[in-house]
């Protein structure tokens, strides 16, 4: 049974082909800079905003955020949380995800069974997500104590997809690291799509047009970029990833 959220998704996916969604860290902004983003986001055609770190960030300013980004766009606010604190009721639904290549079983289950009642009393719409450390891995690596998988070893990510296909999730994510000095390689991605039957998400280290249409020829159903929205030519950066994940 799908919700309202993962259905729009998944028509959008259908309908375009491959998405992109926007990553927001409230650690690095305020709730007014979040606000601007989303708009300058939502205005270059993103299909959702998600919103996560890898590290803690405060209750009271997560809710901040989310509530200003909620005043300013129509377009899905998803949560990526790295922790029961990345919750907030403000949002419209909440990526429900396990690390599966993690050593600690708190990233395993453990996290999701402390989470999971206060996703039901916020009546958030959980979206069943097998998240997945690939390459460097960056901070989320570390934070998530995961055993990155080596981009020379795209049987593992097959194997661990897998796993969260046949567990019943959803959405399988590759994660390359936010900021990572190389994205995902498109032989990952096209060796771990011709296996699933449910759509792939692949995300850090994607800055360019050239990279973002690289992930989706090779198969990535959804891009999400983060650490472009920081820079200077922020606006035409993310309009040139959108317009060519559309044009491929």
Same mark, same amino acid.
């Given at each position: 049974?799908?919700?309202?959220? +993962?259905?729009?998704? %998944?028509?959008k996916i259908n309908n375009e082909t491959s998405i992109h969604m926007t990553l927001v860290d409230p650690e690095k902004i305020t709730a007014k800079q979040a606000s601007k983003i989303a708009?300058?986001?939502?205005?270059?055609?993103?299909?959702?905003?998600?919103?996560?770190?890898?590290?803690?960030? $405060?209750?009271?300013?997560?809710?901040?955020?989310?509530? $200003?980004?909620?005043?300013?766009? +129509?377009?899905?606010?998803? %949560?990526?949380?790295?922790?029961?604190?990345?919750?907030?009721?403000?949002?419209?639904?909440?990526?429900?995800?396990?690390?599966l290549n993690s050593v600690d079983p708190y990233f395993l289950m453990g996290a999701q069974i402390l989470g999971a009642p206060l996703v039901k009393k916020l009546d958030l719409e959980p979206i069943s997500l097998g998240y997945i450390i690939v390459g460097d891995g960056g901070t989320a690596g570390i934070v998530g104590k995961a055993l990155p998988i080596p981009y020379s070893k795209p049987e593992l990510a097959v194997a661990h997809a897998l796993a969260?296909?046949? %567990?019943?999730?959803?959405?399988?994510?590759? +994660? &390359?690291?936010?900021?990572?000095?190389?994205?995902?390689?498109?032989?990952?991605?096209?060796?771990?799509?011709?296996?699933?039957?449910i759509p792939l998400i692949v995300g850090g280290g994607i800055?360019?047009?050239?990279?973002?249409?690289?992930?989706? $020829?090779? &198969?990535?159903?959804?891009?999400?970029?983060?650490?472009?929205?920081e820079s200077s030519d922020a606006n035409q950066k993310m309009?040139?990833?959108?317009?060519?994940?559309r044009n491929k």
């Open positions: 049974m799908f919700g309202p959220i +993962e259905k729009y998704l %998944l028509e708009e300058s986001a939502s205005q270059s055609g993103t299909a959702a905003i998600m919103i996560g770190g890898s590290t803690f960030v $405060s209750q009271d300013h997560l809710d901040d955020v989310v509530k $200003s980004i909620k005043q300013t766009v +129509e377009i899905p606010i998803i %949560l990526f949380p790295n922790n029961i604190t990345g919750i907030s009721q403000n949002a419209d639904a909440i990526w429900f995800m396990s690390l969260g296909q046949y %567990l019943g999730m959803h959405f399988i994510y590759l +994660e &390359g690291g936010s900021g990572a000095r190389i994205p995902v390689p498109p032989n990952i991605i096209r060796t771990v799509k011709s296996v699933l039957d800055r360019n047009k050239e990279q973002a249409i690289a992930a989706v $020829s090779a &198969g990535a159903d959804i891009i999400v970029t983060g650490n472009i929205i309009s040139e990833i959108v317009k060519g994940i």
